[in-house]
């Protein structure tokens, strides 16, 4: 038997005392296979003085809930739980200050933004704007007017079809046409001089002409300006 | 009560498995059908030695613990799939083992020191940060306290490669068919891997085995 299988079975047997015959025999013989006994036993029993730890008396009661654990899946780990992490949360953290200097960037460009609009305000505002045109509904049905004096003819009931533009503050139609017969109607006027009628060659609507007339015409120019609605 | 009951009745009757002198496999067999009981006595058979086991690999008593536990949940997990081809010790150990070696993995990527080893000696090598302890210690538990600090540090200092090796061959008492079946590598290497971490330990503790030189 070679020196590598007696010391196999050194190894294998560990107790010196207990080795078979042939094998005690050639440790007495050979130098090398004794000292790698000695040293062998040697060392297993310097790695074994402080013998072995053993499990805590709670270890079968903490295994327990362990695997009733694992049977039961954990619920969805919260947002806390999840920014429990320490990188976690350092991510989150600079996510939020990347998203708060995003936010601070552009509120303060919408105020730069604001400012500027604000002087081009304070500058319109300098000229006193012009009130935006607003749609009236159409105007009612004209009071024949029967006891406005100087008013003759044939008076009827006129509905106007189309809203009137006008400002507000301006002068408001109030009744519309009666036909006089002739090529000349009267318009009832209401402003802040009182209720009165004007007489026009053609009957003129709000800002529409209905009758189309000649811009040449300086009456209708007239009338246009008397009555800016 | 006909026939068909009767049978019925006997055979939601199991006998009971005699969970003391059931080997193993039977054990494992009768846990994989639901007995709790088998199961608690694989644990029982187990829980020290494999405590032991990872404890002597990461010289940590609680991570021990946990490693231990962690490996019987996995056991326990994975026991549909648990294939008889060889021991049921060979298997737990198997688990255990990689389990305390991703651990290993682990400290070395975190680099994580321990407060014993915070000083470097002269040749390099972290040296023991040892709090004066006011007590007054008799001369032979200050000795055996050195030393078993020493062999625990002496067994953390191995390659992990050769430390499982030798854990599993001169603590733990495998066989090296046994350890080359949990290791997955043949009886060659685990002997080469022994015999160099038993030469590596020789030269860290040679000063305390017997016989030798007093330092």
């Not at chain 1, 790695?47 to 903490?62: I, K, Y």
């Not at chain 2, 083992?97 to 470097?120: D, G, M, P, Q, Y």
Request: glycine letters at 4%; aromatic letters at 6%.
């Amino acid at each position: 038997m070679t020196c590598s299988k007696h010391q196999r079975i050194i190894d294998d047997i560990g107790d010196l005392d207990r080795l078979p015959p042939e094998s005690a025999r050639h440790l007495d013989a050979c130098r090398t296979c004794s000292e790698f006994a000695r040293n062998l036993v040697a060392l297993r029993a310097l790695l074994n003085e402080q013998g072995r730890v053993t499990a805590p008396s709670d270890f079968d009661a903490r295994l327990a809930r362990r695997i009733r654990d694992v049977r039961t899946p954990a619920a969805p780990a919260g947002v806390l739980e999840w920014f429990a992490v320490p990188q976690r949360m350092l991510a989150g953290a600079a996510a939020f200050a990347l998203v708060a200097a995003g936010a601070f960037v552009v509120a303060t460009y919408q105020a730069g933004s604001h400012v500027q609009d604000s002087g081009q305000v304070a500058t319109n505002r300098s000229v006193p704007p012009r009130e935006p045109l607003v749609e009236q509904p159409a105007v009612a049905t004209i009071d024949p007017t029967p006891d406005l004096p100087g008013v003759t003819g044939t008076s009827h009931n006129n509905t106007l079809s189309h809203p009137v533009l006008s400002r507000p503050g301006n002068r408001r139609l109030q009744g519309v046409s009666r036909n006089t017969g002739q090529d000349e109607a009267m318009i009832l006027v209401q402003d802040s001089a009182g209720a009165r009628i004007v007489n026009v060659p053609r009957v003129l609507v709000g800002a529409e002409r209905i009758v189309p007339v000649p811009e040449s015409d300086a009456s209708v120019a007239s009338l246009d300006d008397r009555m800016a609605f | 009560m006909g026939y068909a009951d009767v049978y019925q009745a006997q055979v939601a009757v199991k006998p009971s498995l005699n969970v003391e002198a059931a080997s193993d496999h039977e054990l494992v067999a009768a846990a994989r059908d639901g007995d709790e009981i088998a199961f608690q006595e694989v644990v029982r058979r187990y829980r020290t030695p494999i405590t032991n086991f990872v404890y002597r690999m990461l010289n940590d008593y609680e991570l021990a613990i946990d490693l231990a536990q962690e490996t019987f949940v996995r056991v326990y997990t994975s026991i549909g799939r648990y294939e008889a081809n060889f021991s049921f010790s060979t298997y737990i150990y198997r688990i255990a083992s990689n389990l305390a070696i991703t651990e290993i993995r682990k400290r070395k990527r975190r680099r994580v020191v321990s407060l014993f080893s915070v000083f470097a000696g002269d040749d390099g090598q972290p040296v023991e940060m040892d709090p004066p302890d006011q007590r007054q210690l008799p001369e032979d538990a200050m000795l055996e306290r050195e030393r078993k600090v020493a062999v625990n540090k002496a067994i953390a200092s191995l390659p992990e490669k050769y430390r499982t090796a030798l854990v599993l061959r001169d603590i733990e008492d495998h066989s090296y068919e046994e350890i080359a079946s949990i290791l997955k590598l043949s009886e060659g290497t685990v002997k080469s891997r022994i015999n160099r971490a038993r030469n590596l330990l020789r030269e860290k503790l040679g000063h305390l085995m017997p016989g030798a030189p007093a330092s």
